[in-house]
């Protein structure tokens, strides 16, 4: 069974950067499609983006397109999320998760079967 970790939240100023890691335990993550998703107090958890087994091909939502970048390091079993011009709308708890398939990765969060324990970024103006 793959575990899922998370890393590298914070508190970072409006314009800053973070970067995020998700390190996964138990077997390689090679087959699995890897995705990051956050949610804010009082809203529903939302896709963030997502990056294919082979890492060939990502994907993300609009709010974040041109300022956060998924990546991956198969050899060592971790995905990142580098972050930039954060601004207070990205504050949330970030979570990665993982699906094993050869197709392109899910948007929905219900399509992921592994989840991390999520990390907190806090983004303050």
């Known amino acids: 069974q793959v575990q899922l970790v998370e890393s590298g939240g914070g508190l970072v100023q409006a314009g800053g950067s973070l970067r995020l890691s998700c390190e996964a335990s138990g077997r390689s993550i090679t087959t699995y499609a890897m995705g990051w998703f956050r949610q804010a107090p009082g809203n529903e958890r939302e896709f963030v983006g997502a990056i294919s087994w082979s890492g060939y091909s990502t994907y993300y939502a609009d709010s974040v397109k041109g300022r956060f970048t998924i990546s991956r390091k198969n050899a060592w079993n971790t995905v990142y999320l580098q972050m930039n011009t954060l601004n207070p709308e990205d504050t949330a708890v970030y979570y990665c998760?993982?699906?094993?398939?050869?197709?392109?990765?899910?948007?929905?969060?219900?399509?992921?079967?592994?989840w991390g324990q999520g990390t907190q970024v806090t983004v303050s103006s």
């Open positions: 998760a993982a699906v094993r398939t050869n197709t392109d990765p899910p948007r929905r969060a219900s399509d992921y079967d592994l």
